[in-house]
């Protein structure tokens, strides 16, 4: 009995001892762990994304992206309208000449397609076996016009002044001639389907 409280004792004495080098240790490094929990960084970190921030940021990438876009269209354009020059089998695709006088110019298989051409004075200009697909003809003057063999698909002829012009073998597929004025032009041989008559009419058949 006499070992037993002895032993008791010298437990009871290490357990209400004064803390000892390396338990001094062991509760600073408790006590580190704890002060780096509460760290502001750390707080910081686990706050919420800012979605609104996130989608002006996002906004903005999309809008450089658009305005670098539409930069490369006009470069591209403005390439294409320097590349373009008035002579048979030139490529002038969408390029604007509304308004430009042509006339009596030798435009022999020239790419005009979706090409405009309103108002454009095209009278005695050579336009045989061209491209005019989609080009847009509206008020143009196309007298003596040689448009022999052209491809004239979804061309806009509204208002245009065709008198004496000659579109032997023309492809005239969904073509637009409504209130052109036709008078002794040309049309042998055309291939008409869904083209639009002077009166506004759709046809599959030769209406000249």
Known sequence: MGKVSHLKG??????????????????????DNIEKKTDPEIIEIKKPINYR????????????????????????????????????????????????????IDLTGIDLSYANLTGANLIHAD?????????????AYLRFADLTGADLQYADFTDADLRFADLTGADLQYADFTDAIVTDADFTDTYWYQTIWTDGVAYDGNQA
């Open 127 to 139: 336009l045989t076996g061209a491209d005019l697909n989609y080009a847009e003809l509206s008020d």
């Open 53 to 104: 921030e996130m989608a002006f940021a996002i906004f903005g990438v999309i809008l450089i992206i658009g305005s670098v876009s539409i930069l490369q269209s006009t470069f591209n354009l403005f390439n294409i309208q320097e590349e373009c020059e008035l002579v048979p089998y030139s490529k002038c695709s969408g390029v604007n000449f509304s308004g430009q006088d042509l006339s009596g």
């Open 10 to 31: 010298t437990i009871d004495g290490v357990s209400s001892a004064k803390p000892t080098g390396i338990q001094k240790e062991i509760q600073d490094t408790s006590s």
